[in-house]
């Protein structure tokens, strides 16, 4: 078999963390021909002549069969994944922000041109998920997918909540460990978690629903206040997203934090690594756990797609074809926690019914049903709002009965 000569555009964590997993991996016949980066002053750990500055070097060049996207910027992503794609190129890319806003004509894009775009490491970093539900979950009637799809995160909870550390120390770890996104933002506010979780729900239920249609909020209000309700009931907090069937032909999604019991297999999924729960009918719950962030282990899934591309192998985006007739929707009930300070900050919210409330001096909270639907409205103004909302325990997301 011929090695296959690679284009790798991008060289930060994940690229360097390919490249290294690549060049310490026996079995796979394939080697970086050639690195695209974009600043052309930074010391280089390779040499000189393997780097350029113009990605239609690597796009123009007929001897490199496939093109692996490692940069940050989506929009730029886009545009070089559709010309490596036109070029006539396989791509491999860990873009999720790209992939969940231009699903639809990628997919598309794939049949017309004859070309194949893998993307493994875009969702849950080391987790073979994506594979997993292409192949074995094929023929399986999936009920839900859940988990923990965001690494930094998931790293500053467990340093805040189970070690004392303050928030902005947290973050800084997740940032010089190259969890984090380069906008962290995208991490704690629930972006990131949004973007995997359009792609997982387009492969369980073949159902491509736009992130803006979709509610996301994250820890980034999160008080010491939050962390002691959660502590009193020996309960965590883990930043959750849920794509689900509700009823026989609809769906629901959402990212939200959520309080989780010892008995949840999210409890004990610690620092940067992620879970998916997958509920299926017949092969009922299972637990997947890795590595959901950092150079090696998000390389590591880079490297399986650049494998499976030397074997022929592409997604068949089976669910789609299936024509499972899901429609997404967003008239459902969520039972949720929301700390805040201000009763005027309530005002944004619109309580379907309230089961508790709490208000002490320098803080306040309340339990109770919200429409999804509702929250979708306001997740903008919810990004400015001191308020922090997480998922009841062991409460479901009920369809509303009109
Ligand atoms: N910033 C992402 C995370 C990297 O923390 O999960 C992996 O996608």
Redesign the pocket.
């Known amino acids: 078999m011929e090695t296959i000569r690679l284009g790798l555009i991008g060289f930060g964590c994940v690229g360097q963390g390919l490249y290294h997993v690549l060049t310490h991996t026996g079995g796979i016949k394939a080697e970086v021909a050639r690195i695209c980066v974009k600043n052309r002053n930074k010391q280089r750990s390779l040499p000189a002549e393997l780097f350029t500055f113009e990605a239609q070097d690597l796009i123009n060049d007929p001897t490199i069969k496939v093109i692996v996207e490692l940069i940050d910027d989506a929009d730029a992503a886009y545009d070089l994944v559709v010309a490596a794609m036109h070029a006539g190129k396989d791509v491999v890319t860990a873009n999720?922000k790209m992939l969940a806003t231009h699903l639809t004509d990628l997919i598309a894009l794939q049949h017309q041109l004859g070309v194949k775009l893998l993307y493994e490491a875009s969702s849950c970093?080391s987790i073979p998920i994506i594979r997993n539900l292409e192949e074995y979950y094929d023929n399986e009637l999936l009920q839900r997918v859940s988990g923990i799809f965001?690494?930094?995160s998931n790293y500053i909870l467990t340093k805040v909540c189970t070690e004392g550390m303050d928030y902005a120390t947290a973050l800084k770890q997740a940032q010089d460990l190259g969890?984090?996104?380069t906008d962290p933002t995208l991490?704690v506010a629930g972006f990131?978690a949004l973007y995997k979780l359009v792609i997982i729900a387009a492969h369980s239920f073949g159902v491509v629903v736009a992130p803006e249609e979709v509610f996301n909020t994250g820890i980034q209000a999160l008080t010491a206040y939050d962390q002691a309700f959660a502590a009193q009931q020996g309960l965590k907090l883990k930043l959750q997203c849920q794509v689900m069937r509700l009823g026989e032909d609809q769906l629901t999604m959402l990212v939200m934090p959520a309080f989780v019991k010892p008995d949840n297999p999210l409890f004990n999924v610690e620092f940067?690594y992620n879970a998916v729960v997958v509920q299926a009918a017949f092969a009922d719950r299972q637990l997947f756990m890795g590595k959901?962030?950092g150079g090696n282990p998000?390389g590591a899934a880079v490297l399986s797609d650049i494998s499976a591309l030397t074997y022929g192998y592409q997604y068949g985006y089976k669910k789609q074809q299936q024509a499972l007739k899901l429609s997404y929707t967003t008239q459902a009930l969520i039972t949720i926690y929301l700390g805040y300070q201000d009763e005027a900050d309530l005002q944004a919210f619109d309580f379907w019914d309230v089961t508790a409330r709490y208000q002490g001096q320098d803080h306040a909270y309340i339990i109770g049903r919200v429409k999804l639907q509702d929250l979708v409205k306001i997740k903008d103004q919810l990004l400015t709002l001191p308020v922090f909302m997480a998922q009841m325990p062991d409460t479901d997301i009920e369809a509303i009965q009109l």
């Open positions: 999720k970093g965001n690494g930094s969890f984090a996104e991490d990131d940067e959901g962030a998000t």
